[in-house]
T-cell receptor
Framework: AQSVTQPDIHITVSEGASLELRCNYS??????LFWYVQSPGQGLQLLLK??????LVQGIKGFEAEFKRSQSSFNLRKPSVHWSDAAEYFC????????????FGTGTRLLVSP | EAGVTQFPSHSVIEKGQTVTLRCDPI?????LYWYRRVMGKEIKFLLH????????ESGMPNNRFLAERTGGTYSTLKVQPAELEDSGVYFC???????????????FGPGTRLTVT
């Protein structure tokens, strides 16, 4: 069965510092991987996705993620965090067939300190 | 292009009452999904429609939950009778089918926060 682990429930980062949010997945084949963000009062917004090809994917708002098959990881990174990045971040895995029932991690809440 | 919309944004009901949540997907999206997040837990899949047909309802908790998508447009999720453990945020998502066995990524609505007291 598919599963996703986000080991960090909360992370606090200073504004301007770099960020890395961890995500490990369990899936029997090549997965489809996603990072979503939920800002306060908002819905889930897709940051980036990996389907195939280049293992380093670029997303919106300056985020990137790297797929590492050997580590079953898909960590999210940003070189310089802005106060507006404070939100909850969710990693998700979907099957590599068309109808993607997403399996989510428990989320990581990012706090940005001045 | 309008995104996925959900109504209401919040609902507070008493145990034993009935509540109906509505989701309007992005126009033209054949796939519609319902998910739920119980406080502090992960977002969990409930069910998936392709047009008006239920493709996968393996995540529905029990028979107190009834989802419909008449005409393949908007969808409703009814909880009857509601129990305390049904409290949570219910998300709807939609995606576009692109050929056989493929679809775009899912676009999520803002969610409906349901509180059962």
């Amino acid at each position: 069965a598919q599963s996703v682990t986000q080991p960090d429930i909360h992370i606090t980062v200073s504004e301007g510092a770099s960020l890395e949010l961890r995500c490990n997945y369990s899936y029997g084949a090549t997965p489809y991987l996603f990072w979503y963000v939920q800002s306060p009062g908002q819905g889930l917004q897709l940051l980036l996705k990996y389907f195939s090809g280049d293992t380093l994917v670029q997303g919106i708002k300056g985020f990137e993620a790297e797929f590492k098959r050997s580590q079953s990881s898909f960590n999210l990174r940003k070189p310089s965090v802005h106060w507006s990045d404070a939100a909850e971040y969710f990693c998700a895995v979907g099957s590599n067939t068309g109808f993607q029932k997403l399996v989510f991690g428990t989320g990581t809440r990012l706090l940005v300190s001045p | 292009e309008a995104g996925v919309t959900q109504f209401p944004s919040h609902s507070v009901i008493e145990k034993g009452q009935t509540v109906t949540l509505r989701c309007d997907p992005i126009s033209g999206h054949d796939n519609l999904y319902w998910y739920r997040r119980v406080m502090g837990k992960e977002i969990k899949f409930l069910l998936h429609f392709v047009k008006e047909s239920k493709q996968d309802e393996s995540g529905m908790p029990n028979n107190r939950f009834l989802a419909e998508r008449t005409g393949g447009t908007y969808s409703t999720l009814k909880v009857q009778p509601a129990e305390l453990e049904d409290s949570g945020v219910y998300f709807c998502a939609s995606s576009h089918k692109i050929g056989t066995g493929a679809s775009t990524e899912q676009y999520f609505g803002p969610g409906t926060r349901l509180t059962v007291t």
